[in-house]
């Protein structure tokens, strides 16, 4: 078995000395007896996932807020639509169909962006609606990716919305797993006759999948003829979610 | 058959952004890097445009590279850019005198109030089409004049060059000190109140006023006719239209028709109205300017509602009050509360701007009580933005005697529902949000575009705005009419505070 690994005792360290208050690079190198270069770089990587801010004037560090909140929400979702508005208008504009993004709240998919259909027909914004979790692609993404999420779902029943709608545990579990397998989800007529849909994760720091974005239509337009999502459809979605997931891994 | 692009440069106030589009209009990738602020003195706004160009030069090989893409497939590049900005720079080292003085900045306050006595301040708006302000590029290179020791001389000898940022970018891309083309283009002369809005060219009698010398001017060009080929950053790629920012958005969101209008939430955020080929003079508070030109043809002329504070008053919340981490939280801490709580913010940072042209006014928050959080607070923050909007609009709908029916609105801010159901529930017209949020950058890459072929006409870019998302008014008139009346108290209280100094 290999031992501990080091970069990340020091991490460790540079944290709990970091709990007792602001410091500059020199100092935390020092009390550390790590050369500069080498506090440095992980002061570095633990600013990119934002466990430690710096002060724009003095220089100093001081923890960041993303440890603050660690174990309440990892993403703000305002902050998320902001992230994905490019990506998600670029997906509507590329597939023809509509797009929402959705992160988990209370056992449902809160709708956090929606974009219209670039059609021009009249359609009504839905960000703040909340959907089932097992009834739609979104809520399979989130699902298939967060033990937290799936867990208390196998303990309640599970809504029927059409006779499509998957309420069996064990068929929802095997459908989880093809989602995992396949990295991306998809639904057809199992929340709205005549809809179909496909969903991606989008993944933040180290891996983690924050929400999930995905494209929703007419069964015929989103399947192809022999009622499996489109290939190109799935492309589009996965090449988005990719986007997003940069952009957040990016700039976060 | 390969894929062809085109690629835009939005050098915006706080961040300069390389984006790729493809023939339908969407995006393919984008590239951003914002640079630095310098508050040197109370009012003062700097930046340092050799900063800037680096940013350029770092941005646009990275957009290439994220979509894939080579030299070779970029057909034009447009630039849009933030607008009135002044940079002077050394034609023989490229090194600028100084750093640049931005559009927010208000330093030029007490000269601007002696040019308003000065011979021919009264002719200067007919001229240009713009109030005497410290908005306006005209005031701050005076000062520059003014006070760098010898500037002066270096300018009449045409040893230092002025230009807005978009002149600034493209002198250094097409070559520097090694031959480097300066030029502007007929939007953004427009706002330097240098150019003579009836005859396209810079004003003799406007020169003399200000007191700027001609040899450091760009020449003036039509926005599609920049001319040029880069030979930095990423060399060979045509140079084929500018715009300032709030141009390249009305062509962005193909406000091509008379009376077609939109409204950009950023920085700050802009109303303009396409008002064809006719000069409209406003009397209501508005400005007169250039909508575009495309080639030889005659220019489109725009009416423009200008706000200074909206999104920078959310930034302002962020990094002077710390009160939120992000930009977009503001929506998260507003939807803590039900209402602003009787609390009202008049950003009125650098003055305010339209219809109301004080400069002397300042910033006030009132209505405080022991009730009101920072969920109200962030509420007043985003309402402020609300009822600017209102204010431009009722001032646009007077000067045009054309009622609103919806608003096309496009920015960074339009990713905040609550600020968008706001300003619908404000105007009590429909607000509607293109497919392309990036708009600025999209009408870079429209003009260029046009400007080499690879779109035909302008119906075709029409083709592309399709509705992304549509906020319809839902706020009970009597409420939305008291809430309008508390607002216009809460100006009033701004321009009294902000009273000028009693002079004995």
């Not at chain 2, 890097?33 to 009012?43: A, L, N, T």
């Not at chain 2, 308003?116 to 713009?130: F, N, S």
């Not at chain 2, 305010?352 to 910033?363: C, I, M, T």
């Not at chain 2, 400007?451 to 592309?464: F, H, I, Q």
Request: net charge neutral; glycine share 10%; aromatic share 6%.
């Amino acid at each position: 078995m290999p031992g501990p690994i080091q970069a990340i005792e020091r991490a460790a360290a540079v944290l709990q000395l970091l709990a007792r208050g602001r410091l500059g690079l020199g100092d935390i190198a020092a009390s550390l007896n790590l050369p500069k270069g080498t506090a440095h770089g992980i002061l570095r990587t633990l600013r990119t996932v934002g466990f430690v801010e710096q002060d724009r004037t003095s220089g100093t560090y001081r923890l960041g807020a993303a440890l603050l909140h660690l174990g309440t929400s990892y993403l703000d979702a305002n902050e998320l639509r902001s992230r994905a508005i490019n990506w998600a208008d670029a997906l509507a504009a590329r597939s023809g169909e509509a797009v929402r993004i959705g992160m988990h709240l209370e056992g449902n998919v809160l709708v956090v962006h929606h974009v219209f259909r670039p059609d021009d027909t009249p359609q009504t914004l839905d960000v703040g609606a909340l959907l089932p979790l097992h009834a739609t692609a979104l809520g399979k993404v989130l699902l298939a990716y967060d033990a937290t999420v799936a867990g208390p779902l196998a303990q309640r029943r599970l809504v029927s919305f059409t006779r499509r709608t998957i309420i069996a545990p064990a068929e929802l579990s095997r459908a989880l797993g093809e989602v995992r397998s396949r990295g991306w989800a998809s639904e057809a007529e199992e929340y709205l006759p005549g809809e179909a849909a496909i969903a991606a994760p989008i993944r933040g720091h180290g891996g983690l999948v924050l929400g999930a974005i995905g494209v929703s239509g007419a069964v015929d337009r989103v399947l192809d003829g022999s009622q499996r999502p489109r290939v190109g459809l799935v492309a589009q979605v996965r090449d988005a979610a990719r986007a997003v997931s940069r952009d957040l891994d990016d700039t976060g | 058959m390969t894929q062809r692009y085109v690629v835009a440069i939005d050098q915006g106030t706080t961040s300069t952004r390389c984006i790729l589009f493809d023939q339908d209009g969407r995006l393919a990738s984008v590239a951003q890097r914002e640079h630095r602020q310098y508050y040197p003195r109370p009012g003062w706004v700097e930046q340092d445009a050799v900063e800037i160009w680096r940013n350029v030069d770092r941005i646009v090989p990275r957009a290439l590279r994220d979509a894939g893409v080579s030299a070779e497939q970029i057909v034009a590049l447009g630039v849009a850019n933030q607008r009135e900005t002044a940079v002077v720079w050394d034609r023989h080292t490229g090194i600028p005198v100084g750093r640049a003085i931005v559009w927010e900045d208000i330093r030029t306050e007490d000269l601007v109030r002696e040019l308003e006595k000065a011979p021919g301040a009264d002719k200067v708006r007919e001229r240009c089409g713009l109030p005497l302000a410290t908005y306006f590029t005209a005031p701050r290179l005076r000062w520059l004049l003014d006070t760098t020791p010898g500037l002066r001389d270096r300018a009449e000898r045409g040893d230092v060059l002025f230009g807005t940022m978009d002149s600034w970018l493209i002198w250094n891309l097409t070559g520097g000190v090694d031959g480097g083309s300066h030029v502007t283009d007929v939007t953004n002369a427009s706002r330097t109140m240098l150019m003579n809005l009836a005859t396209l060219s810079w004003d003799d009698e406007l020169l003399a006023f200000f007191g700027v010398p001609r040899a450091m001017l760009p020449e003036i060009r039509p926005s599609t006719e920049i001319g040029g080929v880069s030979r930095r950053v990423v060399p060979g790629i045509r140079i084929a239209a500018a715009l300032g920012d709030q141009h390249a958005a009305l062509f962005g969101q193909t406000c091509f028709a008379r009376g077609e209008t939109k409204c950009t939430y950023g920085t700050g955020s802009f109303l303009l109205m396409n008002t064809g080929h006719e000069l409209v003079r406003s009397t209501h508070g508005l400005l007169t300017t250039i909508g575009y030109q495309i080639g030889g043809d005659p220019v489109n002329y725009a009416l423009e509602g200008s706000i200074a504070v909206t999104g920078s008053l959310v930034q302002w919340f962020r990094d002077n009050l710390g009160l939120i981490g992000t930009a977009p939280e503001i929506e998260t801490l507003a939807r803590t509360v039900e209402d602003n709580g009787g609390c009202y913010i008049v950003p009125a940072f650098s003055g305010l701007f339209a219809p109301h042209w004080r400069s002397e006014a300042r910033g006030i928050i009132v209505g405080l009580t022991s009730y009101i959080t920072k969920g109200h607070l962030a509420r007043a923050v985003l309402e402020a933005t609300g009822w600017q909007t209102r204010e431009v609009v009722d001032a646009m709908n007077a000067d045009s005697g054309m009622g609103t029916t919806a608003l096309k609105v496009d920015g960074g801010m339009t990713a905040d529902h609550l600020l968008m159901q706001f300003i619908s529930d404000v105007l009590d017209v429909p607000v509607m949000r293109p497919m392309v949020a990036e708009t600025v950058s999209l009408g870079a890459a429209y003009a260029a575009g046009l400007a080499v072929g690879y779109w035909p006409d302008l119906e075709g870019l029409r083709r592309n705005w399709h509705v992304a998302a549509r906020w319809l008014p839902h706020m009970d008139t009597g409420h939305r009419e008291s809430e309008y009346a508390n607002w216009k108290r809460a100006v009033e209280l701004s321009f009294t505070w902000g009273r000028p100094k009693i002079s004995k």
